[in-house]
């Protein structure tokens, strides 16, 4: 399994970015694809998740209502739409799959390489 995020890039804040994460072929449809993102001397923490092969979201309570998580199974892509975007949300974001809906990087198995979100006030 590969993944790699895309869509980083520098926004002022209360702009919107959106990411997109495309993956290889997953080894079960009920496979997950999170998000994730890390930001310096910070540890690395869950945003939100989908299910592949269904319509089941988790969002973190921090990015709840600002953040959309999506997905388009035929591009083998899932999305993350950012809006309201504030300076605290610059970090290296990550894309990961795993087996089960969970908000812990322990439960992801796969991940691709990160892109670097910057807003600026």
């Known amino acids: 399994v590969q993944l790699q995020a895309s869509g980083g890039g520098l926004v002022q804040a209360g702009g919107s970015l959106k990411l997109a994460c495309e993956y290889s072929?997953?080894?079960?449809?009920?496979?997950?694809i999170g998000w994730f993102r890390q930001a310096p001397g910070k540890e690395r923490a869950f945003l939100a998740a989908?299910?592949?092969?269904?319509?089941?979201?988790y969002y973190a309570d921090s990015v709840k209502g600002r953040f959309t998580i999506s997905r388009d199974n035929a591009k083998h892509s899932v999305y993350l739409q950012m809006n309201s975007l504030k300076p605290e949300d610059t970090a290296a974001y990550y894309c990961?799959?795993?087996?089960?809906?969970?908000?812990?990087?322990?439960?992801?198995?796969?991940w691709g390489q990160g892109t670097l979100v910057t807003v600026s006030s």
């Open positions: 990961a799959a795993g087996p089960r809906l969970s908000s812990l990087t322990d439960d992801y198995n796969y």
């Open positions: 072929e997953l080894p079960f449809s009920s496979y997950i």
């Open positions: 989908i299910r592949w092969g269904g319509s089941s979201t």
